[in-house]
């Protein structure tokens, strides 16, 4: 499988990672090694396998709101400030 | 260190106090650990009340906890309320846990002693607990060498006998690999039968919490307070426990251990000595040996670095400075907030996140993902037809004794194969031990490998006592 250098870049673009160009030579050749690797699967005849299905809504909870003051102070206790009974975050831009 | 089995019935007799016990771990951590540099916290003040709280319920006549002062290091992507829980990581560093893990609660009420927590590979991902940011774990052993990983520290710290109990967590065989690098028991049981809740998440259809144990009694005992259905949990599986230990048998008669014949070919000469060694005491011990086919186990650990990673990458998205992890300081705009924050992951991390997010890339998607996830599900049938013929099947943990520290090469191939054996358990979803049995030529330890079907850990834990018990 070819990877080169700009196949490394996107990825780290849509990782929200900023690759450096030492980090981004050292990635091309250990991915490079790594999905050569991988490519040993394509030996493997998946021709009509089906992924088994999660039936999901057996395992969500009914979106009811729960109100629990107790649990909701106990949440706002972890933020180092609070205001107006809701945790107060730092400001990010 | 005293066994559990030891220390439970010197607690309930009197014999020692569990402050008495949890003073002696902590005097065993204070003189090994600036060596071994296993533990990354103590808990000395938490720890000594929870041993004084078990006493005291001792001397009220109360009824103790199956871990009755038993001291018990947990690993340090497990949380515990009031406790970092750091992932080794830059990115955690000032990470406290607001809630405690199902793991940690079953303990406590177990009245075990919660003693610590110890160090691992970043973010769960490695094999040689070499990418910590609290540096590397030294293998007791031979402290020239790594102990393995990524629960490097919880082994290491069993070995060198400062807790008789540690939790790991193993994703593709970061609980058996450094019990066998370091010389102890290993237990990753099936995926569900252990709560995953308040754990932090590397790969979460492969992560399951393990023990790591001096001897496999005690790792039955640590398996069963553990194990169990948690509503917290969805994919848990709701199934009763098992004394396991009471499921010990006399002996091995009727029991069928598979040995995947093409899975081994290539083998180091050592590893496969141990290995034959194992498979004619198991004979010697009663049980029927037989040669079965698992002939896509081999594409476990490719299967396993694609889906893991890819896993990852989104797992991992959380640790973006709003939600979870470092926050930047100052950025100009949001993209910049971003890649300020994630710059805190390891070299590493960096690199599986980037491999996980190729792969799901529109590009690569069907190629690698959807192909890995295929052929994962053909392997999970393999091993469920395998274990209609047989109970266990008997592997290497590792297919190398401990390495050097230090050994880490440019080619990533080396160590991603050091899983080649464990990585199949959390690819099929399986119970899997690693048992010390012998040394190599250089007299390191080497573990042998029990796989059993899900919700079947007595069958690995039954053929691992009696393996054990034969040395």
Redesign the interface.
């Known amino acids: 499988m070819d990877i080169t250098k700009k196949d490394v870049e996107l990825a780290g673009k849509l990782a929200h990672m900023h690759i450096s160009e030492e980090e981004s030579s050292l990635y091309e050749e250990q991915l490079k090694a790594l999905f050569n690797w991988v490519q040993e699967l394509s030996a493997v005849n998946t021709d009509g396998v089906t992924l088994t299905q999660t039936d999901l809504a057996a395992f969500v909870r009914s979106d009811v709101p729960v109100e629990n003051e107790a649990l909701a102070q106990e949440l706002r206790n972890d933020f180092a400030a609070q205001e107006n009974a809701c945790a107060k975050v730092k400001k990010v831009l | 260190m005293m066994t559990i089995v030891q220390i439970l019935k010197a607690v309930s007799s009197g014999e020692q106090t569990a402050e008495q016990i949890t003073r002696a771990a902590l005097a065993k951590i204070a003189e090994l650990n600036p060596t071994i540099n296993a533990f990354v916290e103590v808990f000395e003040q938490d720890a000594l009340a929870q041993a004084k709280a078990v006493d005291e319920k001792r001397s009220r006549g109360e009824k103790l906890g199956p871990l009755a002062g038993v001291p018990v290091a947990i690993k340090d992507n497990i949380l515990y309320k009031g406790h970092k829980a750091t992932c080794c990581s830059k990115m955690l560093a000032n990470y406290v846990a607001?809630y405690t893990s199902t793991v940690v609660e079953k303990l406590l009420a177990a009245d075990a002693v919660i003693i610590g927590r110890t160090n691992m590979d970043e973010f769960a991902m490695g094999s040689s607990n070499q990418t910590s940011v609290y540096g590397p774990v030294k293998n007791p052993v031979d402290t020239e060498r790594v102990p393995g990983g990524s629960s490097g520290g919880s082994a290491a710290a069993v070995a060198a006998g400062m807790v008789p109990l540690a939790l790991g967590t193993d994703t593709g065989g970061s609980v058996r690999q450094p019990a066998s690098f370091c010389g102890v028991v290993g237990v990753k049981p099936g995926y569900g039968r252990i709560s995953r809740y308040g754990v932090i998440a590397f790969a979460s259809s492969a992560d399951q919490v393990g023990v790591l144990a001096a001897n496999v009694q005690d790792a039955a005992l640590g398996l069963e307070v553990l194990s169990g259905k948690d509503t917290h949990d969805?994919t848990s599986l709701d199934a009763p426990v098992p004394a396991y230990t009471q499921h010990f048998t006399p002996d091995l008669k009727g029991v069928k251990v598979g040995l995947p014949k093409g899975f081994l070919d290539g083998l180091y000469e050592d590893i496969k000595l141990r290995l034959d060694a194992a498979a004619e005491q198991l004979k010697k011990l009663g049980a029927e040996m037989v040669e079965v086919d698992v002939p896509?186990a081999k594409?476990s650990a490719?299967?396993y670095?694609?889906i893991t990673s890819a896993e990852a990458?989104s797992n991992l998205?959380r640790y973006?400075?709003?939600r979870y992890g470092y926050?930047a300081q100052e950025?100009p705009?949001?993209?910049a907030?971003?890649?300020?924050s994630?710059?805190l992951?390891g070299?590493e991390v960096?690199?599986r996140?980037?491999?996980g997010?190729?792969a799901l890339?529109s590009q690569r998607y069907e190629?690698?993902f959807l192909?890995?996830?295929?052929?994962r599900?053909?392997i999970r049938q393999d091993f469920k037809k395998v274990f209609e013929n047989v109970d266990v099947l008997l592997t290497p943990t590792s297919p190398t004794t401990a390495f050097r520290l230090g050994k880490w090469g440019?080619?990533?191939?080396s160590l991603?194969l050091a899983d080649l054996y464990t990585c199949p358990g959390n690819i099929g979803g399986l119970a899997g031990i690693s048992v010390p049995y012998g040394k190599d030529k250089k007299g390191l330890p080497v573990g042998v490998q029990f796989y059993g079907p899900i919700l079947q850990e007595e069958k690995i834990l039954n053929a691992a006592y009696h393996l054990e018990k034969s040395l």
């Not at chain 2, 907030?337 to 300020?340: A, I, T």
């Not at chain 2, 192909?371 to 052929?375: E, G, I, Q, W, Y």
């Open positions: 607001s969805s896509l594409y490719p299967c670095y694609i990458s998205g973006d400075g709003i926050s950025a705009d949001l993209n907030y971003y890649l300020q994630r710059a992951f070299l960096k690199k996140l980037i491999i997010t190729y890339t190629e690698c192909k890995a996830m295929k052929v599900e053909l440019k080619n990533p191939l991603y």
